[in-house]
């Protein structure tokens, strides 16, 4: 099993570790994992099947859909992402994350997407989202080449929109957004996810911890092998 790289110190928990992984198999997974282990968790970028194993949740970043949806082919990642979706543990999707999931991709998510939606013209903008269950002042919505949700399933709600577009949507365990919240300094989206993860039940995880902890200790290794750059 993979293990966490030495350099995710993470903070305890009422005695255990949130372990989260990022799929990074391309795209913008480096912000994801940079605020995440900000916030103490253990992380784990995630390329092979092997890498979802005693994880407690999932971030699927954006980027490419085609491109993250070929090289999960390649992997043979398909299988064991839905597993893991449909054990129940917390997945917070982002763009070309969200598309991966609708009816036309893995159906995990009963939604309907448009790719790249907004056009040349609107290519990449900011706009103020209103998310439910988030207080205080409106997020600022970093969209990229991003979706338009034109189809929302049953049991799908919808926690914010834009243009009477959802922009915002859960389903159980599952958050999906099209726009990158990982792109602003404002971390509420983050926290709320970070906080609905269980504290990690697998005694694996802090046992990996401490072996890369000593390790990162009794040698010179430069931090962060892992963190690869975002396309
Ligand atoms: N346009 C991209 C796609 O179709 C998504 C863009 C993004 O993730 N920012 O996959």
């Known amino acids: ?65 085609t491109t993250m949806t070929l090289g999960m082919e390649r992997e043979g990642l398909a299988e064991p992402i839905t597993e893991f979706i449909r054990s129940g543990k917390p997945v917070l999707a982002t763009c070309a994350g969200t598309i991966i999931l609708d009816d036309a991709h893995l159906g995990l998510l009963d939604i309907s997407c448009d790719r790249n939606a907004y056009g040349r013209q609107t290519h990449s903008f900011e706009a103020d989202v209103k998310i439910a269950e988030i207080d205080g002042e409106p997020f600022t919505g970093m969209f990229i080449r991003a979706p338009r949700i034109t189809r929302i399933g049953e ?45 990690g039940h697998l005694a694996e995880i802090g046992k990996d911890r401490d072996r890369t902890s000593a390790a990162a200790s009794q040698s010179s290794q430069p931090k962060s092998q892992s963190e690869g750059a975002s396309g």
């Open 155 to 199: 049991g799908v709600e919808v926690l914010a929109t834009l243009d009477g577009h959802p922009v915002a949507v859960r389903r159980e365990n599952l958050t999906a957004l099209t726009f990158h919240p990982e792109l602003t300094s404002d971390n509420r989206l983050h926290a709320k996810f970070f906080e609905s993860i269980p504290v």
């Open 1 to 65: 099993m993979a293990r966490f790289s030495p350099s995710e110190a993470g903070s305890r928990v009422n005695g255990g570790f949130r372990g989260v992984g990022v799929l990074a198999l391309q795209g913008g997974f480096a912000a994801h994992v940079g605020k995440l282990r900000a916030m103490g968790a253990l992380i784990r970028e995630v390329r092979t099947p092997a890498d979802l194993v005693g994880l407690d949740g999932l971030v699927l970043p954006g980027g490419e859909s």
